[in-house]
């Protein structure tokens, strides 16, 4: 039997911390620690939950059933997982995150010279695009080559960033915003959804399970006992990288008060701290991080669809790359607040699913729990998605009314109802599962 040695998991490690960092894990701390002002502790602890807890308990929930995706929703039937996945894959690919990676590197390395004017965007995410297009339609070595130079280049320009955060702050802890006063918490909780991380996750986990076991670990205990080490591993180094990124933004209300997002907050700290030369080198590595990350998106997103769908790789590539362009052109503070809904929307669905997946030992027929709690979730969910646009009228009035519904949490009373209600069905109408092998 193989096992491991230390440097080899902390080589899958660092791996697994390098599939998460993206776009989203560095703008979004620092304009949550800003709003958090003095509340940043608890903020910061509700966004280390979603930003970094569940993206490593979904990791472990993917190691356990030992596939990817389509055996996590497995319980559900076909047709339901196929289309959560179909979601899944559609928020981390053409929606949300793979346009997100252009705006971030325009507004990073372009925005401070040309302003954020629609033509410099446009000329700037078209150049982008045809490059994520021609190393998507091209998958080679080159895209390997790239990640594994830019990821250590990354992880310095972090430390560094990192520490003069600590050590260098542009000011005193700020005021707490509004929005912050009363429950920072829940504000953090819901912050963390923006990574997407535990949406990527569902999509990551079989990758880090293939990795080891491609070095030769065949006993699946073993495969579920390393995903966890270097789950472990990766939520560390995010959870370092979160806490520093927050002290940032807290710290910066004097120099980025009137900042929009994470982006113009990190922007007027580099240069405030570093001046031209770091904002321009800053700029560079981030630009390229986010290109390779496009990269590997747009071609999970072409290898799902193309088995999915009776469409070849090229065409799903071609088609969500123009999509993403058009969608990167509306800009980072627009396409945030779009996708602040769906996300709410659907992070509910992925936070049940994993926590399902993990007890699953509980149940004698999976099933016949995961089906009705799932489908209340929904329910429930997309009414928190349709509120979070600001759309109360929409959403029913006993909804409205519900514990948490105010903080977008409204699916969480109703799905834990009906969890056990399920369960105590389960208990009585369920079969042993050593029953339903032997047929």
């Keep these: 039997m193989i096992r491991l040695k230390g440097l080899d998991l902390l080589a899958l490690g660092f791996m697994t911390f390098a599939l998460f960092l993206g776009a989203g894990n560095i703008i979004f ?16 602890f509700g966004f280390l939950l979603t930003g970094v807890g569940l993206p490593l308990l979904t990791v472990v929930a993917l190691a356990r059933v030992g596939g990817g995706m389509e055996r996590l929703t497995a319980p559900l039937g076909k047709s339901a997982g196929t289309l959560l996945a179909v979601a899944v894959y559609l928020a981390i690919g053409p929606l949300f995150a793979t346009p997100r990676t252009a705006v971030v590197s325009f507004e990073m390395g372009v925005a401070p010279f040309t302003g954020n ?91 880090i399970a293939t ?49 929009q997002n994470g982006v113009q907050i990190l922007t007027t700290y580099v240069q405030h701290t570093f001046g031209t030369t770091g904002s321009l080198l800053l700029s560079v590595v981030i630009t390229l991080a986010c290109l390779t990350t496009a990269v590997g998106l747009l071609t999970a997103c072409g290898e799902f669809f193309s088995g999915l769908l009776p469409v070849s790789y090229r065409t799903v590539v071609i088609l969500f790359g123009l999509f993403s362009l058009g969608v990167a052109n509306q800009g980072l503070t627009q396409l945030i607040s779009v996708s602040v809904p769906v996300l709410v929307g659907l992070y509910p669905l992925a936070i049940v699913l994993v926590a399902l997946s993990l007890l699953d030992r509980l149940w004698l027929s999976q099933r016949l729990v995961f089906v009705p709690v799932m489908a209340v979730t929904l329910i429930f969910g997309v009414f928190d998605g349709i509120a979070a646009t600001g759309r109360q009228d929409l959403v029913p009035s006993f909804i409205s009314r519900l514990p948490l519904a105010e903080q977008s949490l409204g699916w969480l009373i109703p799905a834990l109802v009906t969890l056990v209600l399920a369960a105590v069905l389960d208990r009585i109408l369920g079969k042993p599962k050593a029953a339903l092998a032997s047929r």
Excluded at 29 to 44: E, K, L
Excluded at 211 to 228: H, Q
Aim: charged residues 10%.
């Design 117 to 207: 004017s629609g033509m410099p965007l446009l000329l700037y995410t078209l150049a982008y695009f045809v490059a994520v297009l021609f190393l998507s339609l091209n998958p080679g070595r080159l895209v390997d080559r790239i990640g594994k130079f830019i990821t250590p280049v990354l992880l310095a320009a972090l430390l560094v960033l990192g520490g003069a955060a600590l050590f260098a702050p542009a000011g005193e802890v700020g005021v707490t915003s509004d929005s912050y006063q009363a429950e920072p918490f829940v504000q953090g909780f819901l912050q963390g959804y923006l990574t997407m991380d535990t949406l990527g996750a569902l999509v990551f986990g079989i990758v």
């Design 211 to 259: 990795a080891i076991r491609d070095r030769g670990v065949s006993d699946a205990s073993l495969v579920t006992r390393y995903s966890v080490v270097a789950g472990i591993v990766a939520a560390i180094g995010l959870s370092l990288v979160y806490l520093a990124l927050f002290y940032l933004g807290a710290t910066s209300q004097g120099i980025a008060g009137d900042a």
């Design 29 to 44: 701390p620092p304009s949550a620690g800003m709003a958090a002002g003095q509340n940043m502790g608890q903020a910061a």
